[in-house]
């Protein structure tokens, strides 16, 4: 005897167990454990945590698609802004430049 009690896997009742899972502190047989992150958890809590990632990723990536959109909308915004103000002093240049020349040429 070894002193340990014998158990065996929650979902096997035949099965010893070889593992217990940290999550739920209850004993799986080899086949009902999974390594996750360094850490041998059973399918159930491996399930679990899963969606838990899945849905911090999805937030994650709905956080980050939010901020590109805005850094988007931002440098659009920039660059309208800019466009604009570029347009805005064109004119006289192409006033007193081109366009004027083009119309002295015409009435000639
Ligand atoms: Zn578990
Ligand atoms: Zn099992």
Redesign the pocket.
Known sequence: MNGFPRHN?Q??RE?EAVARCPSCKRF??R??VTEHEGRVVCSACLRKEGTEENRAAWKLGGAWRAAQVAAGLALAWLAFYWLGSALVNIPSDFHDGVYWEFQQEWRD
């Open positions: 896997c979902l096997h099965r799986f047989c086949e009902c």
